[in-house]
């Protein structure tokens, strides 16, 4: 016998199809429950080949077809649509897509109800989402090659069917982040549209029971904190990620297809036990780790989290960290703190837990109770943030090697955040043990866009501003286009301009209107504090020799007049590749280094704010402050070190005089080092203001055939006129 039919709606609908979305409504029409104000629970009935399955992707090609549907949900259904013809073509993951399915049709509801004018912030969500789809299409659009044959099809490799998987974990992990706030109770996991979504009449929740996966955690009256045996964990308060001032979590909207990776990795029981987030100064990692621990928190998964901070002693403690984290989990889950307790008690060397050996630490506070006490699918990771702000650096070494050296029997996991300095990446090394992200290998055009959303977010909040804008019907102004370019892909450039104009003390529209300008001169407090930590750390401790190295790199990223390769510094600065990368090693947290074996490759700044920093006459008398007239004299002198060393008759490497340059046998080149000499001396020159000791270097240069040379130098170079214009400029400053 047939199901009974759902009852048909028809006056709703068509009071739903009055407002603007008609042509969205006429086409797909609604295929809810009878709407009603009690709380329904929802269980999709969609599976890979129903009724239910097949509808919903119709309801997608047709979104994709209606070019009048906002933008971003078009871009939405597209990847969706991709995402269940990839498993149509490969049959591989069906109980995965099952729980993707179940979220797409809920989406889809959302999409179908939406009115004309969606608030901001679920417009931010939408676009968010669209843009994490949007970067799996190549993916996609490889695995479904219409050239593939069947066969092909049906016997993937095992990483093409991993992949399959992951990016189907992704899709449904990043339309939970956008769209819905995840709760746990024992073992169900409960999904609710996020606030911001109110035209629905009805709530829509995705209950899913997780038993066999969860354990119920018992509740039972237990004064741990109390506990003689647990103070001698220490008494670190406040580590953990939801301290309100570890400050915000991400915009709603950012950072979406980040999270769901992360949110993938985590509850992947064959993933490498620890993840490591690495970042530059200034590119949200905070933001991020407090934002993952908030997702896996509401999914059940947060063991505990530990903040680093150098502001506070006991944050900036390598040692407090595991002590910490052990407590916490067992406060959190009694089985665990039963078993910890028993060793601490038992076990002689754990009498002074906070000092022990961090080896030590880790196996007897955290993998041997969790093993007592953890069933084998019991997922939970432990998360670590800013690492970099510990002090004790040979103890952050200590501390990685730790955790990588042992792999925890049961699915216990590592997530640690840090600026890729020096004594972490020497840590991680070779492992295979790990996974690594660097934040500032993310595309640009990606976080620009979700700063962007954040300045958008964050200007809204400011009334004066967007009163102003929002009566004039002008939201969002240029001034937050201009802003966030400044920032460039640094999210605390965005923070601390905000914060600057939304300073209480002063006229918070008339600092938008002008830092909003292209041509302002912005002063960022914020990001100078965090730059002169980094450049003192750089120079602590060093021989002369070595501060002198790391002096004159400096110089020469202040003044190079385009970037150049790693060899062209050493060349330059007269010494090897390997002397540069030495002092480069503790700025990697403010300059891009080219990864080892690619010395062709730039040395390049991320943000131009650190060149001003350096150069900035209120930083006088510090090590690291470089004098811009004294750094072109000495980048000068370089070039004509290089040039006098190399110049020489035949420079250009021509096999004959009667063809031109373009014409040779053999295509002519220079090495990078004197293309740069010869193109730049002059620039540098000027800029020092010619002084007397440069004057008596380019007398007895051009007394010589070497200005013949280096004439011929600039033929390759296809710049000749770089000879008469900078001779002249020179000239003409001379003769004052």
């Known amino acids: 016998m047939d199901p009974p039919k759902r009852p048909r709606r028809r006056d709703e609908a068509k009071e739903l199809l009055k407002h603007p979305l008609k042509f969205f409504k006429e086409h797909f029409g609604s295929r809810d429950p009878t709407p009603s104000l009690s709380r329904p629970t929802f269980h999709p009935k969609g599976r890979l080949g129903s009724k239910a399955y097949e509808g ?4 997608l090609r047709r979104i994709v077809d209606v070019s009048d549907v906002f933008p ?3 871009s939405t259904a597209a990847g969706l649509l991709a995402i269940c013809n990839t498993i149509d073509a490969y049959g591989e993951n069906h109980e995965e897509f099952d729980a993707l399915l179940k979220r797409v049709e809920a989406l889809t509801r959302i999409i179908d109800k939406s009115p004309p004018n969606v ?5 931010d969500r939408f676009s968010g989402l669209s843009r994490t789809l ?17 066969v092909e099809r049906a016997f993937l490799t095992d990483q093409d069917k991993q992949a399959v998987l992951k990016l189907t974990q992704e899709i449904r992990f990043a339309i939970e982040i956008a769209m819905f706030d995840a709760t746990i109770e024992n073992m169900t996991e409960t999904l609710q549209i996020v606030k911001g979504v109110d035209w629905l009449k009805e709530r829509i929740e995705i209950i899913e029971d997780h038993s066999g996966v969860m354990r119920n955690i018992e509740e039972a009256v237990r004064s741990l904190k109390r506990s003689n045996t647990f103070e001698k964990l220490g008494g670190v308060e406040g580590a953990e990620f939801d301290n309100a001032q570890r400050g915000s979590g991400c915009t709603p909207g950012s950072r979406i297809s980040l999270l769901a990776m992360l949110l993938v990795w985590a509850k992947d029981l064959r ?6 987030l690495s970042g530059l100064a200034g590119t949200g990692k905070t933001t991020v780790s407090k934002t993952f621990c908030s997702q896996l928190n509401n999914r059940g998964l947060l063991g505990a989290s530990f903040f680093c901070t150098l502001s506070e002693l006991d944050k900036k403690d390598v040692y407090l960290i595991i002590p910490t984290l052990a407590r916490i989990l067992a406060e959190e889950r009694p089985k665990f703190g039963d078993a910890l307790q028993k060793i601490l008690e038992s076990d002689k060397a754990c009498r002074n837990p906070t000092k022990m050996d961090l080896n030590e630490q880790y196996t007897k506070l955290i993998l041997q109770p969790a093993e007592r006490t953890f069933a084998a699918d019991e997922l939970l990771v432990l998360g670590v943030d ?3 702000e510990c002090e004790n650096k040979d103890a952050v070494r200590l501390f990685i090697a730790a955790i990588l050296s042992q792999k925890p029997t049961t699915p216990l996991k590592f997530f640690l955040t840090s600026r890729p300095e020096i004594s972490l990446r020497e840590s991680f090394g070779t492992s295979t043990h790990h996974r690594w992200l660097c934040l500032h290998d993310i595309e640009a055009s990606i976080v620009k866009a979700d700063i962007l959303l954040y300045l958008n977010h964050q200007f809204k909040c400011i009334p004066r501003v967007y009163n102003h804008y929002q009566a004039e019907s002008n939201w969002p102004p240029p001034e937050i286009q201009t802003i966030a370019e400044f920032s460039g892909a640094l999210f605390i450039i965005a923070a601390t301009m905000v914060a600057y104009i939304a300073t209480y003390s002063g006229n918070s529209l008339k600092r938008f209107q002008e830092l909003g300008q292209p041509s302002a001169n912005v002063q960022l407090s914020g990001i100078e504090t965090l730059y002169s930590t980094i450049l003192a750390e750089a120079f602590k401790d060093l021989e002369q020799e070595e501060a002198d190295m790391i002096h004159s790199c400096l110089s020469l990223l202040v003044t190079a007049q385009r970037p150049i390769s790693v060899n062209d510094y050493a060349k330059l600065l007269g010494t090897n590749t390997l002397a540069i990368r030495e002092a480069f090693k503790s700025l990697h947290s403010v300059v891009q280094i080219p990864d080892e074996g690619c010395d062709d490759a730039f040395i390049l700044i991320f943000h131009a704010s650190f060149v001003d920093h350096l150069t900035s006459k209120k930083h006088h008398g510090k090590k690291w402050a470089i004098d811009r007239t004294a750094a072109h004299s000495a980048t000068a002198k370089a070039c004509f070190a290089v040039m006098n060393s190399m110049l020489c008759f035949g420079i250009s490497g021509a096999k004959t005089s009667y063809r031109s340059n373009e014409n040779q046998p053999e295509p002519l080149e220079l090495a990078s080092e004197l293309a740069y000499a010869c193109t730049a001396w002059g620039n540098h020159v000027l800029k020092a203001g010619v002084p007397e000791p440069l004057q008596q270097q380019m007398m007895e240069f051009v007394k010589t055939k070497k200005i013949l040379y280096w004439v011929e130098a600039l033929s390759v170079l296809k710049n000749v006129k770089y000879a008469y214009n900078t001779l002249w400029a020179i000239s003409k400053v001379s003769a004052k």
Request: no cysteine.
């Open 56 to 59: 919903v992707k119709t309801t």
């Open 72 to 74: 971003p949900l078009k």
């Open 119 to 123: 608030e901001t912030g679920v417009q």
């Open 134 to 150: 949007e970067q799996k299409k190549e993916i996609l659009q490889d695995k479904l090659n219409p050239n593939r044959s069947g």
């Open 271 to 276: 993933s490498p036990h620890l993840f490591w």
């Open 386 to 388: 800013a690492l970099d």
